[in-house]
């Protein structure tokens, strides 16, 4: 029996001694779930080489996920299967290219794995609802619904679901885990006692594997495919341990009746920093993943294991909204998003270190609006890889520019080791849109990428280059291109290419600092919207009024004059200015 008495504490395998609980388990033929291409398969072509054999039966229907955006996942059947299982044929030819290969990187970085995937989609033991369910009526869409509620054992492996989950009624997922925890019943799921292992889910009604108010879920090299709204999911926050490993998500058709995000649904979403997340991969979603903080037990959160997945072909790769930062650091390991619309977008984040994350032609490689750490924190990013192309013979990058829009807050975002290539002509880093704050880099590599930075705009920001990889000066800095920092000195260089509308400044003992040097609460208040005339010996140039602070952001070299008068009739009553942040100023 459990403890008892005053104090008495329960274990993860305590159970509830007051409850009976059911069973269902459904075990279908093994069957390899998914693959990889080991070679790239051609349109027209009608065998495809893989990573693993399979045994799958002929006749069978099979996808190979997309390697491009804007095309589709092909379906085929198997016609044949050679070489003990590696190499398969299909029934008809490919329409598109699937890439089979590993990405080499010229220098520094191992290589990425950008190999389309190839998935079984039928098994020996089909669970799915009636034929009615697909006609007009009032069993439209109302499918079946496999589960363990508040305990019980629940284990299926190797069985096929479709026409499941029941599309308006919420809480009636395809396969769904509820409130095991908090009923008491670990005992019924920790260590394997119940699992969804190597399952297909497709054309679902609602989602694909739901996990909720339970821990220690195990959901493990399952394919969904089509199904409506996120596909893989951890409901309200405080689910814990959940394990999601191995499993890939194709093409999550959106669903207009559920949450309000389920429109652009993703192949994983969760409520927090929660779950361990590993070697999966997303394949035509609109979300690869998604985290929707969730108000309390989700916002509290934090510890996320988060290793080796990929998103291919998405409209986002990672995608954190609305914003949200994990109350203690969290450390994601390698993630590879190719060919998605944007990488990784976080609208306000911090506590996060990102390890070898590689954005490869895609729209935009990384979106962050503003950055909740401090100068202390570690870096947001640790060896990044950039990859404007994978086409060694090209001469233009097949990504969106510019690659970087770092946050627009203060001048605490650093990122620790970043390896560019093939971006040629494409300006890579720009950051600070609505703010001349300061981002730092050290320890960047450059590959067959001659445009570093753009400082196109009114506001672009202030780059740090601490170690001198981006600049040529160690402490060497990018600014916006004015004519007030022209020093005749020459500590200033307009005119280099690598800096699209910048300014590079620097001094070859690393002594130079150019800060941010903000006008703000100006008085009389005519003058705001008025643009400011700043003057120094080396010339005079305008600085636009910045609507989002209420003031002025001055690109300032440390240590010399600048004469700062409105472009109005008025003059100033009176005045406040900024110095950067004196704890960077300090210290940096």
């Given at each position: 029996?459990?403890?008892s008495?005053?104090?008495?504490?329960?274990?993860?395998?305590?159970?509830c001694?007051?409850?009976?609980?059911?069973?269902?388990e459904?075990?279908g033929?093994?069957?390899?779930?998914?693959?990889?291409?080991?070679?790239?398969?051609?349109?027209?072509?009608?065998?495809?080489?893989?990573?693993e054999?399979?045994?799958?039966?002929?006749?069978?229907e099979i996808?190979?996920?997309?390697?491009a955006?804007?095309?589709?996942?092909?379906?085929r059947?198997?016609a044949?299967?050679?070489?003990?299982?590696?190499?398969?044929?299909i029934?008809?030819p490919?329409?598109?290219e699937?890439?089979?290969?590993?990405?080499?990187?010229?220098?520094?970085?191992?290589p990425?794995?950008?190999?389309?995937?190839v998935?079984?989609?039928?098994?020996n033991?089909?669970?799915?609802?009636g034929?009615e369910?697909m006609?007009?009526g009032?069993a439209?869409?109302?499918?079946?619904?496999?589960?363990?509620f508040?305990?019980?054992v629940?284990?299926l492996?190797?069985?096929?679901?479709t026409?499941s989950?029941?599309?308006?009624?919420?809480?009636?997922y395809?396969s769904?885990?509820?409130?095991?925890?908090?009923?008491?019943?670990?005992i019924?799921?920790?260590?394997?006692?119940s699992?969804?292992?190597?399952?297909v889910y497709?054309?679902t009604?609602q989602?694909a594997?739901?996990?909720?108010?339970?821990d220690y879920?195990?959901v493990?090299g399952?394919?969904?495919?089509?199904?409506?709204?996120h596909n893989?999911?951890t409901e309200?926050?405080?689910?814990?341990?959940?394990l999601f490993?191995?499993?890939?998500?194709?093409?999550?058709v959106?669903?207009?009746?559920?949450?309000?995000d389920?429109s652009?649904?993703?192949g994983?979403?969760?409520?927090?920093?929660?779950?361990?997340?590993r070697?999966?991969l997303?394949?035509?979603c609109?979300?690869?993943?998604?985290?929707?903080v969730?108000?309390?037990?989700?916002a509290?959160?934090?510890?996320m294991d988060?290793?080796?997945?990929s998103?291919?072909?998405?409209g986002?790769?990672?995608r954190?909204?609305?914003?949200?930062?994990?109350?203690?650091?969290n450390?994601?390991g390698?993630?590879?998003?190719?060919?998605?619309s944007?990488c990784?977008?976080?609208?306000?984040s911090?506590?996060i270190?990102?390890?070898?994350h590689r954005?490869?032609?895609c729209g935009?490689a990384v979106h962050?609006?503003?950055?909740?750490?401090g100068?202390h924190?570690a870096?947001f990013?640790?060896?990044?890889?950039?990859?404007?192309s994978?086409?060694p013979?090209?001469r233009?990058?097949?990504a969106?520019?510019?690659?970087?829009?770092?946050p627009?807050?203060?001048?605490?975002?650093?990122?620790s080791?970043?390896?560019?290539?093939?971006?040629?002509?494409?300006a890579?880093?720009?950051g600070c849109?609505?703010t001349?704050?300061?981002?730092?880099?050290?320890r960047?590599?450059w590959?067959?990428s001659?445009?570093r930075t753009?400082?196109?705009?009114?506001?672009?920001?202030?780059?740090?280059?601490l170690d001198?990889?981006?600049?040529?000066?160690?402490?060497?800095?990018v600014s916006?291109?004015?004519?007030?920092?022209?020093?005749?000195?020459?500590?200033?260089?307009?005119?280099?290419s690598?800096?699209?509308?910048?300014?590079?400044?620097g001094l070859?003992?690393?002594?130079?600092?150019?800060?941010?040097?903000?006008v703000?609460?100006?008085?009389?208040?005519?003058?705001?919207?008025?643009d400011?005339l700043?003057?120094?010996?080396?010339?005079t140039?305008?600085v636009a009024f910045d609507?989002?602070t209420f003031?002025?952001?001055?690109?300032?070299?440390a240590?010399?004059?600048?004469?700062l008068?409105?472009?109005?009739a008025?003059?100033w009553q009176?005045?406040?200015?900024?110095y950067?942040?004196?704890?960077?100023?300090?210290?940096t």
């Amino acid at each position: 029996p459990p403890p008892s008495g005053p104090g008495a504490a329960r274990t993860a395998a305590d159970p509830c001694p007051a409850r009976s609980v059911g069973r269902l388990e459904l075990q279908g033929a093994p069957r390899r779930p998914w693959t990889r291409l080991v070679r790239t398969a051609a349109p027209g072509e009608s065998a495809l080489h893989l990573a693993e054999p399979v045994d799958w039966p002929i006749g069978a229907e099979i996808l190979v996920t997309q390697s491009a955006a804007g095309e589709r996942e092909e379906l085929r059947r198997v016609a044949a299967i050679e070489d003990d299982g590696l190499t398969l044929r299909i029934d008809a030819p490919l329409a598109n290219e699937h890439l089979g290969v590993w990405h080499w990187h010229d220098e520094g970085a191992a290589p990425s794995d950008l190999r389309a995937a190839v998935a079984l989609l039928e098994r020996n033991v089909v669970v799915q609802a009636g034929d009615e369910s697909m006609r007009a009526g009032g069993a439209f869409q109302f499918g079946v619904h496999t589960g363990g509620f508040h305990g019980g054992v629940f284990r299926l492996r190797n069985v096929q679901l479709t026409r499941s989950g029941q599309a308006g009624n919420f809480g009636r997922y395809s396969s769904h885990w509820h409130h095991y925890t908090m009923a008491g019943r670990n005992i019924d799921i920790i260590n394997g006692a119940s699992y969804l292992k190597d399952n297909v889910y497709r054309d679902t009604f609602q989602r694909a594997v739901v996990v909720h108010g339970t821990d220690y879920a195990t959901v493990t090299g399952n394919v969904a495919y089509r199904a409506k709204g996120h596909n893989f999911f951890t409901e309200e926050g405080p689910e814990r341990y959940a394990l999601f490993e191995g499993n890939l998500a194709v093409a999550a058709v959106p669903h207009p009746i559920l949450l309000g995000d389920d429109s652009t649904p993703a192949g994983f979403w969760i409520p927090g920093f929660t779950g361990w997340h590993r070697h999966n991969l997303a394949v035509g979603c609109a979300n690869g993943w998604k985290l929707n903080v969730q108000a309390g037990a989700g916002a509290r959160q934090s510890g996320m294991d988060f290793h080796n997945n990929s998103a291919h072909a998405c409209g986002f790769g990672w995608r954190l909204f609305p914003p949200h930062q994990p109350p203690t650091p969290n450390v994601f390991g390698t993630f590879v998003a190719f060919r998605c619309s944007t990488c990784m977008f976080y609208y306000s984040s911090g506590n996060i270190n990102h390890l070898d994350h590689r954005f490869i032609e895609c729209g935009r490689a990384v979106h962050l609006n503003h950055y909740m750490n401090g100068l202390h924190a570690a870096p947001f990013f640790t060896d990044l890889v950039l990859v404007g192309s994978i086409d060694p013979s090209a001469r233009s990058a097949n990504a969106g520019s510019p690659a970087i829009h770092s946050p627009k807050d203060d001048e605490h975002w650093l990122v620790s080791g970043m390896h560019v290539s093939n971006y040629h002509d494409s300006a890579v880093l720009f950051g600070c849109f609505q703010t001349a704050c300061t981002m730092r880099y050290e320890r960047t590599v450059w590959v067959n990428s001659t445009r570093r930075t753009t400082s196109t705009g009114p506001l672009s920001g202030i780059f740090h280059d601490l170690d001198g990889t981006l600049t040529g000066f160690p402490n060497g800095w990018v600014s916006g291109d004015k004519a007030f920092n022209h020093w005749e000195d020459g500590v200033c260089i307009a005119g280099d290419s690598r800096f699209v509308d910048g300014l590079a400044c620097g001094l070859a003992d690393g002594s130079l600092r150019l800060r941010r040097l903000f006008v703000h609460d100006a008085e009389p208040w005519q003058l705001d919207g008025k643009d400011l005339l700043v003057t120094t010996p080396a010339g005079t140039d305008r600085v636009a009024f910045d609507t989002k602070t209420f003031g002025w952001h001055v690109y300032a070299i440390a240590n010399r004059s600048y004469e700062l008068e409105p472009d109005d009739a008025n003059s100033w009553q009176s005045m406040a200015t900024m110095y950067s942040h004196w704890n960077y100023v300090f210290e940096t």
